[in-house]
């Protein structure tokens, strides 16, 4: 029977002991993911979901093999037909007209349980009638929604007419998508408030998992350098740009790490004080985050998870105040929010920085509550209590 829509859960989901899954053994779990390109906060998210559920089958739009975990590896993946298309690992956003029908064209029948994690259109696979469910939403598609202008500013001509001729179509999509999901987790209060806006939904809020225990402050006795550093895919949304600016202007040291299609543009810009690191494993960002000053971030995040990893490693963030960055950083405790997407506003952001004394063992503890097993707890009974009260909508009770 089809899941009624006064089954949306409105609790928090805390309290409960464990994280057994009796009630659900037994039945097809189905993970799907939006696209498998890179290891980046979505991804460490579905990697979680995977412990949570390892023997679950994994569905994708695309999927590049070689840069999955071990959690992700193992299990069987399945791949859309866009797979098929030319470079779709690289190309895949140029497809972005095919997303809807690569989406509902992934046979999801015979599951019972489904378990999306979704930042593009993957909310809108078709499930069997009484199948549950659940799509935990990094936040409504961006160059649709939220994001759109910034798209359309940062596009180049071709981009930006052919997304202009597709919005409206694509936008209708996504919103009647929305609504076969049985219940919306958003990733902070920012995303709940869009999921709302975007698709007169209500969601719960669970904050994504941060590993605390692999982002750890560094030795004692090793002093802290004196760079500033940003960790980001370089796309025109997180406003690496205006970083760049910034420092440009001040002169002060700082390490970019992350790849991207903005790159190119970012280095001609920067000045010798700006060094771009590119692509780097873990171990190298967490060495980075444990010796630099600050970290900084421009851009409005949905959640940030990059931003709750620095101070996981004791480091103060400079962060734009809004967005997920307002639930990740207290202002003058644990780092420095500044109001304005600016660059005078994030220089004296930096000035502010440098009068306040930070306590990285403060900063170390803000961070522990988003801690891993924290989201394996909350999300592990947000499931059982779906369950529940489908037992108790068959039995009628």
Request: hydrophobic letters at 40%; a positive charge; aromatic letters at 10%.
């Amino acid at each position: 029977m089809q899941w009624a829509r006064c089954k949306e859960v409105q609790s928090d989901s805390r309290g409960i002991d464990g994280l057994g899954f009796g009630g659900v053994s037994g039945i097809r779990i189905a993970l799907v993911h939006h696209w498998l390109v890179t290891m980046r906060g979505g991804e460490r998210v579905l990697e979680s979901l995977a412990r949570l559920f390892p023997s679950a089958d994994l569905f994708t739009l695309v999927c590049d093999r070689s840069i999955l975990p071990p959690a992700l590896s193992r299990l069987r993946i399945r791949s859309s037909f866009l797979q098929s298309l030319p470079r779709s690992t690289r190309w895949y956003r140029y497809y972005l007209p095919l997303f809807p029908a690569a989406t509902e064209k992934l046979d999801l029948r015979g599951y019972d349980l489904v378990i999306s994690s979704d930042a593009a259109t993957v909310k809108g696979i078709r499930t069997d009638a009484d199948a549950m469910h659940i799509c935990y939403c990094h936040t409504p598609m961006r160059c649709l929604w939220s994001g759109h202008r910034t798209y359309c500013q940062t596009s180049g001509a071709v981009s930006r007419l052919a997304l202009s001729a597709l919005r409206n179509r694509l936008c209708h999509w996504d919103y009647e998508a929305a609504q076969r999901v049985t219940q919306f987790v958003a990733n902070s209060q920012t995303v709940r408030e869009r999921i709302q806006n975007c698709y007169g939904r209500k969601s719960v809020v669970i904050c994504p998992p941060v590993d605390t225990e692999r982002f750890v402050p560094g030795p004692l006795r090793r002093p802290r350098d004196h760079y500033f550093l940003l960790v980001s895919q370089l796309v025109p949304y997180k406003r690496v740009d205006l970083v760049v600016e910034a420092f440009n202007k001040c002169g002060r040291p700082l390490v970019i790490i992350g790849d991207g299609p903005e790159r190119a543009r970012l280095e001609r810009r920067a000045r010798k004080n700006i060094r771009f690191k590119g692509s780097q494993p873990q171990s190298a960002v967490i060495d980075a985050m444990q010796r630099c000053k600050a970290f900084v971030f421009a851009g409005e995040e949905d959640f940030g998870i990059v931003m709750a990893e620095a101070q996981a490693c004791g480091t103060p963030v400079v962060a734009l105040g809004r967005g997920g960055a307002t639930e990740i950083v207290e202002d003058n405790f644990t780092g420095v929010l500044f109001e304005e997407e600016s660059v005078d506003s994030l220089l004296a952001a930096l000035d502010r920085f440098g009068k306040i004394s930070f306590d990285p063992n403060l900063i170390r503890a803000s961070s522990l509550k988003f801690a891993r097993q924290r989201f394996l707890v909350e999300f592990s009974s947000l499931v059982k209590e779906m369950m529940s009260l489908e037992r108790n909508y068959r039995l009628g009770l």
